[in-house]
């Protein structure tokens, strides 16, 4: 028998957080997330970290376990979201993966193998050198002409990702995107639903913008200038976010408060977009479009609880919907 898995993704600030406490709090489940920043410690508001009242005492895992100046990648989230798994069947619930980094949920879903060669940190320094000397674009344009399939669909500002293919080819000889496509096809280990929440493409950017301005409100700016004091520095895995990256870049002098922002929000809004390219590409996803149910959270979730139903993962009578 495959154990169960609940997957509820989509883009950002698309209001997958208050729709998993609800899934969560219905199924008696607990949640994992998969997001590249929540992990941080003290990376709370330009993370739009859950806080510990809207959990409403639902479990959560892989939220401020790491320290900013920690690397944190696809490896070490399949490696804690699986023993983060392990405790939640052991006390026979349901995990449910929420969060919007498409490759770290597919990392889990399809238990992608990754090789000893991602782990070679003389290569992905030299290769992190050469970005910072040249420029992104360069390595990216280097990445085109070994695995253009691969370039196709790594941004070139996502400088982890190109660093990671590069370091692929370089190791193995082999095209990441062919070995990806591979581990794509394998079968889940898991019997798994896979919620992708989605909504309204320009209603979707005025909640991005309105995140934004939220967010400064909230103290966005004296958030990410402690950090700077503390010794982050933009070369950190954890400084690359969105939010941080922007105003480090301003508090360096780099730029003008107001250029910080327009690229911000416009940075956040293409990353959207990258997202639901994402997940157009996955197998067996079911999409939830909001207006749909005439955004009703309610209404979607009990569209979510019958086809967890549907598909087995939850055979309780007792759960009313």
Not at 65 to 86: H, I, R, S, T
Not at 249 to 256: A, D, F, I, P, R
Not at 287 to 295: A, F, H, L, M
Not at 299 to 321: C, H, P, V, W
Request: hydrophobic share 40%; proline share 2%; net charge negative.
């Amino acid at each position: 028998m495959k154990k169960p898995l609940i997957i509820l993704t989509g883009p950002t600030a698309v209001g997958k957080t208050a729709l998993s406490i609800k899934l969560a709090r219905a199924i008696d489940g607990e949640i994992i997330s998969a997001d590249s920043v929540q992990v941080y410690r003290r990376m709370d508001i330009g993370s739009a970290k859950i806080t510990k009242q809207e959990m409403e005492g639902i479990p959560h895992y892989l939220i401020d376990v790491l320290e900013p100046e920690e690397d944190f990648n696809v490896m070490v989230f399949q490696q804690m979201a699986k023993k983060a798994m392990d405790e939640i069947y052991a006390r026979g619930k349901i995990p449910i993966i929420t969060g919007g980094t498409g490759f770290y949920i597919q990392a889990v879903l399809n238990d992608i193998s990754f090789t000893e060669t991602d782990a070679d940190d003389e290569l992905r320094k030299k290769l992190e050198e050469e970005a910072e000397q040249n420029g992104a674009d360069a390595l990216h344009q280097k990445l085109q002409a070994v695995d253009p399939k691969a370039a196709e669909e790594i941004h070139p500002n996502n400088v982890k990702r190109v660093i990671r293919a590069l370091e692929f080819y370089l190791e193995t000889g082999k095209k990441i995107s062919e070995h990806n496509a591979a581990e794509r096809q394998k079968e889940s280990p898991y019997n798994f639903a896979y919620f992708v929440l989605n909504m309204d493409r320009q209603k979707l950017y005025s909640r991005i913008e309105l995140r934004v301005d939220q967010m400064l409100e909230a103290g966005l700016v004296e958030e990410v200038r402690q950090l700077k004091q503390e010794g982050c520095q933009k070369g950190m895995v954890s400084m690359q976010a969105l939010g941080y990256k922007e105003i480090l870049s301003w508090l360096n002098g780099e730029c003008t408060f107001d250029e910080a922002i327009s690229i911000l929000k416009r940075d956040t809004r293409r990353f959207a977009k990258r997202q639901l390219t994402w997940f157009r590409r996955e197998k067996d996803v079911c999409w939830i479009e909001k207006e749909q149910y005439d955004n009703d959270e309610d209404r979607i979730l009990n569209a979510m609880i019958r086809i967890l139903y549907e598909k087995g993962i939850l055979t309780d009578q007792s759960i009313s919907f």
